[in-house]
């Protein structure tokens, strides 16, 4: 596991940037070492949102969510991220980089650098002084740590009902961009794999992370 005090570079998916500013959010990697084959290995960006999401609520931040793939929502603004990077074989061992990113006290400068609607802990606390970053390091593994070795036992299956439960995105109209285009429709959950389900004029669709971006329609 690796804590970084800010990131230079810090990214997202898309290759889009995440504002890193010094001692200011939890920026957090974790590498697992998997034997399963990066095939076997959709749906564990699902499986650490749901680890994040538990960690958040731990913290009393209750009405946090989850927005697919790996976006955590309070109301409509994001408060944590995730990034899984996966080098090796198809089939064989493979390495797995989940990268962690949690808005803990947002500087409002570095804050105005953000494309969309965010938020950080200490905002939603109200508190006059933001939450320790080492303690929430320690939190977060404790969750993410029996996630992973859940997931590379049992699979996406034992997370699915959660995720569901806490999915903000579903019954919402949504615009997929798509490197070719934009989809709209209305989201209606993930199915058994952990890929979204949206109602398209075109039917009902089925979309991997991918290169998929999801937007909720105004």
């Not at 898309?14 to 890193?20: Q, T």
């Not at 650490?48 to 793939?69: D, H, M, S, T």
């Not at 590379?152 to 579903?170: K, M, N, T, Y």
């Amino acid at each position: 596991m690796c804590l970084a005090e800010m990131q230079s570079a810090g990214r997202g998916r898309r290759g889009r940037r995440w504002v890193s500013p010094f001692a200011a959010n939890l920026y957090l990697s974790l590498l697992w070492r998997s034997t399963v084959g990066a095939v076997a290995l959709g749906g564990i960006s699902l499986v650490a949102g749901i680890a994040v999401l538990r960690c958040l609520r731990a913290q009393g931040v209750e009405k946090a969510g989850l927005k697919w793939p790996n976006d955590i929502l309070a109301g409509d603004a994001k408060l944590a991220g995730i990034l899984i990077d996966v080098v090796g074989e198809s089939s064989g061992p493979c390495a797995v980089i989940l990268g962690v990113g949690i808005n803990v006290s947002m500087p409002p400068l570095a804050g105005e650098d953000i494309e969309q609607c965010w938020t950080d802990l200490q905002r939603l606390s109200g508190a006059e002084t933001a939450p320790s970053r080492n303690q929430l390091a320690a939190a977060l593994l404790e969750q993410l740590l029996p996630a992973v070795a859940e997931f590379e036992a049992a699979g996406l299956q034992p997370f699915l009902e959660e995720w569901r439960r806490h999915d903000v995105v579903a019954g919402c109209p949504v615009d997929l961009h798509l490197p070719n285009g934009t989809i709209s429709g209305t989201a209606c959950g993930i199915d058994d794999g952990g890929a979204l389900l949206v109602d398209t004029a075109n039917g009902r669709q089925r979309f991997a992370s991918g290169e998929v971006s999801v937007r909720i329609a105004s």
